[in-house]
């Protein structure tokens, strides 16, 4: 199985912070990674699919990069409404795996 | 509007079995895979399993091979999870989630969980 392992686990910024959370993939998964948000109380929703592809709705504040096994999600300017735990996830094969998650918090 | 409603959870001892349901509704559901993801508390999201749109193709994580079960009915757009021999370890929020591409053979393409339903709480406790 692919093991993702993401970080930091936790993550503290302020309003406005550029924030960066990194996903690391045990095998060359080309692009095959997504990114989802998870509020408490709510289902995870998709914001990032195939490393860097910004999913329709979602707020141009967010983008991802990478390619193979190293990957990078980032906020340009943290909002208040970001507050949740995020996590990556690969596809190139089953079974299909997440990271840990990155919880992030306001400062 | 997408809509996954989950049903079917609660309590159940160890060894007992439960089904799952999901009543899919604002979109073709015969048109795309589907899949059952869950997450234990204090812990991360894990995929279980997923089914083609048709039935004919099936894929299991190992740790419920040979226990659940899934299954579609696309008269009635729904989405099932059939558990058996549960455990403690099994004890978990059941997500409902539409998929944009498909797994073939082990291997997967455009796969994007674009749709999650509310999910439904599985305790498996004596």
Known sequence: DIQMTQSPSSLSASIGDRVTITCQASQDINNYLN??????????????????????????????GGSGTDFTFTIISLQPEDIATYYCQHYLNLPITFGQGTRLEIK | EVQLVESGGGLVQPGGSLR??????????????????????????????????????KYYVDSV???????????????????????????????CVRDRGY????????????????????????
């Open chain 1, 35 to 64: 990114w989802y948000q998870r509020k408490p109380g709510k289902a995870p929703k998709l914001l990032i699919y195939d490393a860097s592809n910004l999913e329709t709705g979602v707020p141009s504040r967010f983008s991802g």
């Open chain 2, 20 to 57: 799952l349901s999901c009543a899919a509704s604002g979109f073709t559901f015969s048109s795309y895979w589907m899949n059952w993801v869950r997450q234990a508390p204090g812990k991360g999201l894990e995929w279980v399993a997923n089914i083609k749109q048709d039935g004919n193709e």
């Open chain 2, 65 to 95: 091979k040979g226990r659940f079960t899934i299954s579609r009915d696309n008269a009635k757009n729904s989405l099932y999870l059939q558990m058996n021999s549960l455990r403690a370890e099994d004890t978990a929020v059941y997500y």
């Open chain 2, 103 to 126: 797994c073939s053979g082990g291997s997967c393409y455009s796969v994007h969980f674009d749709y999650w339903g509310q999910g439904t709480l599985v305790t498996v406790s004596s």
